[in-house]
């Protein structure tokens, strides 16, 4: 079964570090690009950035850039998110979600991962 | 403020057609396909729709989807209980560059 399984919630406080993880199975990871998917009750689903796990090449969404920190781990077939320093707006649900077609940016998102509840509170 | 507009809230009565708006511009709809997804409460997203108007194996043939220019549509006939949902669409959109989504429109059915 194709799935994508992401780590468990986390309660940090702020200026805190944090890193989430998202692990592939049942397809060959470095054939599809991973996506992560940011979700706000106001704000709905936003786009954070990309990555293609086979070259580790990574296009931030601009909203995104300087804050969060996308990598891949072919050796366990993982995607990681990452924050040096976290705010209280930082508060969300973030899904991974895997892109259709073979190594590129543009297809649909196929394949989500169940999401990860992050709150970052004082 | 998202980069596709979708109605917050739509509404239908069990057996009825419901149709839901996403409207964008040339970078990301008018040059690129557009992807639906629907999210159950408490549940992650999942692909509803994709390329346009193309339905992945196992979702019911009564979800269509279209699109016209910079603006695209998804259609439910026959609303049933369990379609109660947030819908969003997304593209890919070339001035950014990267993914866009609509604010997501919650479906009632009533």
């Known amino acids: 079964e194709v799935q994508l399984v992401q780590s468990g919630a986390e309660v940090r406080k702020p200026g805190e570090s944090l890193q989430i993880s998202c692990k592939a199975s049942?397809?060959?990871?470095?054939?599809?690009?991973i996506a992560w998917v940011r979700q706000t009750p106001g704000k709905g689903l936003e786009y954070m950035g990309i990555i293609v796990p086979a070259y580790s090449h990574i296009r931030n969404s601009p909203s995104f850039q300087g804050r969060v920190t996308i990598s891949v781990d072919k050796s366990t077939n993982t995607a990681y998110l990452h924050w040096t320093s976290l705010k209280a707006s930082d508060t969300a649900i973030y899904y991974c979600?895997?892109?259709?077609?073979?190594?590129?940016?543009?297809?649909?998102?196929?394949?989500w991962g169940q999401g990860t509840l992050i709150t970052v509170s004082s | 403020q998202t980069a596709l507009t979708q109605p917050p809230s739509t509404s239908g009565t069990l057996g009825q057609r419901v149709t839901i708006s996403c409207s964008g511009s040339?970078?990301?709809?008018?040059?690129?396909?557009v992807s639906w997804y629907q999210q159950l409460p408490g549940a992650a997203p999942k692909l509803l729709l994709y390329r346009n108007d193309q339905r992945p194996s196992g979702v019911p043939e009564r979800f269509s989807a279209s699109k016209s220019g910079t603006s695209a549509s998804l259609a439910i006939r026959g609303l049933q209980s369990e379609d109660e949902a947030n819908y969003h669409c997304?593209?890919?959109?070339?001035?950014?560059?990267?993914?866009?989504f609509g604010g997501g429109t919650n479906l009632t059915v009533l």
């Open positions: 979600a895997r892109v259709d077609g073979f190594n590129t940016l543009y297809d649909a998102f196929d394949i």
């Open positions: 040339v970078s990301n709809i008018g040059t690129n396909t």
């Open positions: 049942g397809y060959n990871f470095t054939g599809h690009s």
């Open positions: 997304a593209a890919w959109d070339d001035t950014l560059p990267g993914w866009v």
